[in-house]
């Protein structure tokens, strides 16, 4: 059921503390939002006309601040995308164990993802591997005593407690896992999620495999090249891999709940596999827009402020609503770039350095759209010296502390524990690292080009109220068409929020030094280019 909503009425149900009159900045904030997050948006999935509408929507408003085009295009950088959907009726997977054939019900028991493009058949060993990490500078070897050659790699999607936050995020994403695994010489990938550290319900995130999958049409940008299968498995049914194997699911999930090692081992079976593939090209949009410096010395570097444009489009219904509006993920945080923009904009700030505003599509897909940006962007890269990310920034309850991915790797994180005190709040590092929020947003498109980045979140502090307010968000709402326009939200926390983020851009361009890395950081190794 699509909702259509007076403004009125969406400044009743959108409010828990309420808008003040004088409140222009939330004011604001939320006409953006509404503008993105309307069903006439129809979900901005990536490619699609309604995420064009978006694009043009944020291009006009760009120009209505008065920052100058960034584009390729005027404000639009164009991104060319392949696409794939899996035809399922015509794909399969099934356990092969003693001459013995299991089939796998796909969407029950596990499902296919196209964003690896996968080989029409796949046939071979299971090879559990714990975690599934291969880290010699942290002493960790999951792979010790198994052999991956020509095997499919089986792993829980955790991290060892023993690598701090932001290296559980790095060698947990998908990137660097296969870089391990191809080394190793497997041929694919079987990921099962521990469940108590799942952001979505089995049986809502398994909507989304009929979904289009995308990737970069460049192809220097694949980050999983010869990589002939990835395969997610429903925990719930996970011990149909495990079947005589001697050891059980639930035993492996203890191990890594106490944190302690998991054995690795071969499974007595094999996976065969079937796929077949609609394949498509596609083309979307990143916008860009600059406010330019204006010391003669400063002026040709940028501090890029970016947010994500596209959401999930239109997919599998949850109590009969099939319409993804993506109001808080993230129309809020392009709308916050929008509003920091005019705000400047308005004010008629000189800043010493450029600002760099980009708005990116393909988020959801993989990063895509900042990944491109990042390779190919529209100013020389050597001349950016920061990336402010806002991604799902969740004003949910009062800002009284501010979550800040990436604070103690670089020196930004000074400045946003600066810029925090003298809003009032107080900062803190990011209170679940197992959640892998440092590399599942666009701010790791720069990372991972050497450029120090952070991102900001409403903080909170667990075991408390706006911790379990947080959490019930993600289980009801995160990917799921409930997160639309009537939905409670705190618009003074949003302001605030806004506010922070606008002052500490301010105090990113007007630095007389470039942002550098802590030299504690592990990320410092890219600025120097060194491999991963």
Known sequence: MRRTLTIAVVAMAAGTIGLRADDKTARRWFAHIEALANDGMEGRNTGSPGHKRAAEYVAAQFKKSGLAPAGVDGYIQPVPFRSRRI?????????????KTEPLTLGDDATISLRVDPAPTVEAPLVFVGYGLNIPERGIND???????????VYIASTPRSLPGPLQAHFGSA??????????????????????SMDIPWARSTLARLQPSMSLADAS????????????MNPARAD???????????????LVDAGKPVPGFALPARL??????DRSNVESQNVAGILRGADPKLRDEYVVLSAHLDHLG?????????????????????????????SLGESGARLARSILFVAVTGEEKGLLGSSYFAAHPTVPRARIVANVNTDMFLPLFPLRLLMVLGLDESDLGRDARE?????????????????????????????KLGIPALAMKVGYEEHTPEAAIAAKWIAERYHAPSDDLNQPIDRSAAAKYVEIVRDLAVRIANRADRPKWNDSSFFKRFARGESH
């Open 240 to 254: 149909k891999l495990f079947a005589g194997s001697g050891h059980t699911f639930a035993e492996m999930l203890a």
């Open 175 to 196: 990137g660097e896992r296969w870089k391990m695994y191809q080394s190793a010489g497997a041929v694919g990938t079987i990921s099962i999620a521990n469940p108590k």
């Open 272 to 277: 065969s596999a079937t796929t077949k593939v």
């Open 143 to 153: 792979f010790a005593g198994v052999s991956l050659k020509d095997a499919i790699a």
């Open 221 to 232: 940008l694949d980050e999983a090249p010869g990589q002939k299968l990835s395969v997610t």
């Open 314 to 342: 239109i997919g599998g219904a949850v109590n009969g609503d099939s319409l993804y509006n993506g109001a808080m993920d993230n129309a809020s945080g392009v709308a916050a770039v929008l509003e920091v923009a005019a």
């Open 419 to 447: 810029t925090a005190k003298a809003a009032g709040v107080a900062v803190q590092a990011d209170p679940e690292p197992q959640r892998n929020r440092f590399v599942r947003s666009d701010q790791y498109s720069f990372i």
């Open 87 to 99: 035809v399922e009726a015509q794909s399969s997977l099934a356990l092969v164990r003693d001459g």
